[in-house]
């Protein structure tokens, strides 16, 4: 936990914090801070600033918070992302978040197994606690937005369009394309294939809407590898 993050329930006052659960076993058991100390702390979707500690106790933590700085821009890059096994979803989506990305669409492809959509990870109260994991490690508060699209045709076909609206379009499949770094720091769209790929006739799809090939190497990388190099080689400078 490299970021205290405070939600608006935390709040018992406009300057004053409780935290409770998970953060304040966090606090007794592995920062052990003492009153007077201040820590890094940031307002879900708001500024970053600091938390002094007024109080520690086994019901609560109470804190002077400070918050004043902007979190570190978003990525300019937002994910397609064919479904991989619930495990590396999870890798993934850290993956992602901890690069800064904001937006992740999930869809369902050939190769996606129709069972990966029954993982409890996607149920929205378990996601949205993995999410704020990342973001704590990240020192981030933006949470991502992370949209479902079960079946493939529809997606491609009736929304694809406007959820890449006017930003690059690109496709990460192996053996083919452009140079990825090329993109760098322009708004951009990037579908990224499951564990076994994106068949032929998908690939083709996305083109048709306009999405390039961009190579990410010669070899295959695994989907959470793929992800992470991806949003790195777009993220330098
Ligand atoms: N078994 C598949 C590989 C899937 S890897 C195959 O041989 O085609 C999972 C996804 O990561 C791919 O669909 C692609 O989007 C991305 N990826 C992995 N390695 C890549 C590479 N070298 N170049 C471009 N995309 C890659």
Redesign the pocket.
Known sequence: MNLLLLQSEDFIDSRRVRVGGRRLTHLREVLRPAPGDALRAGLLDGPLGTATLLHLGAEGAEFAVQLDSPPPPPSPVSLVLALPRPKVLRRALRAATLLGTKEIHLIHSWRVDKSYWQTPLLAPQRLREELLLALELARDTMLPRVLSHRRFKPFIEDELDAIAGTRQRLI???GVGGDLASARGQPLILA???????IPYEVECFGQRGFTP??????????EV?VAMALGVLALA
Do not use: K
């Open positions: 990460a499949h192996p990224l294939g499951p564990e076994g790929g994106f961009v190579s990410l190497g010669e070899r295959i990388l695994s989907v793929a």
